[in-house]
């Protein structure tokens, strides 16, 4: 499951937005281009969703600084804005889609989905590791002989570091990216999900999560 950042500064059409693409995503969001870079920074963006006019950093702006700092992550930028120097604009700058307001949530959806697809980033509902199937449908684990179902914040943890195997996560990053930039959660919190999530799964093999000491966690995934 793609973890998408929404940057608007429309509070409406950013609850909008990011409600619309959270059928099927991990969503966070930012007021504005300054925020967004330091939720960037913080790393587990897989897309970033933005609109051009904001205050402090515009979305050209933003695009700009993620373009030098090297980032490829895919950008779709999402404005009123609709003459062929905006685009040619946008474009020149390194976005990788652009709409024009309004437009469809069910084009947002696939326009997104077919950028992630484009920048290999997998968005199958389904993982499946050796002979334990992970699916998000049913947020639950399963063999043959076993069938587990997790609380939705212990599944999306687990998807999450299953989707991006050997990749480490920091608590940072995983509670960002599945709490919230505005949660109120601490990591402590993360520390106590994955306690649980190893505790529920102790009986399926296949693949474990591996604590990276003062780095934080990665899925490991049996070679066998």
């Not at 006019?53 to 404005?79: A, H, I, Q």
């Not at 050796?130 to 587990?148: F, H, L, M, Q």
């Not at 179902?149 to 920091?170: C, G, H, M, N, V």
């Not at 649980?196 to 799964?201: A, D, F, G, M, Y």
Request: charged share 30%; hydrophobic share 40%; with cysteine.
């Amino acid at each position: 499951m793609a973890t998408i950042l929404v940057v608007e500064d429309d509070r409406n059409m950013r609850l909008l937005t990011a409600a619309r693409l959270g059928d099927l995503h991990n969503v966070v969001c930012a007021g504005d281009g300054v925020e967004a870079l330091d939720i960037i920074h913080k790393g587990g963006i897989d897309m970033i969703v933005s609109d051009i006019m904001m205050p402090r950093m515009d979305g050209y702006e933003l695009l700009k600084e993620v373009r030098s700092e090297g980032y490829s992550t895919p950008f779709l930028l999402l404005t009123a804005k609709e003459s062929l120097d905006d685009k040619e604009q946008g474009f020149s700058l390194g976005t990788d889609d652009y709409m024009t307001k309004p437009f469809s949530s069910d084009e947002l959806i696939w326009r997104v989905g077919a950028l992630l697809r484009r920048a290999n980033i997998a968005q199958s509902k389904k993982i499946e590791v050796g002979n334990v199937t992970v699916d998000s449908e049913k947020y639950a684990v399963y063999t043959d002989t076993e069938y587990i179902e997790l609380p939705k914040k212990e599944f999306d943890l687990l998807f999450k570091l299953l989707s991006y195997p050997d990749r480490i996560f920091s608590k940072e990053q995983l509670l960002d990216s599945i709490w919230g930039v505005n949660a109120e959660s601490g990591e402590e919190t993360i520390k106590t999900h994955i306690s649980r999530i190893r505790n529920r799964l102790k009986n399926i093999s296949g693949f474990t999560i591996v604590t990276i000491k003062g780095l934080g966690y990665k899925a490991d995934i049996s070679k066998e």
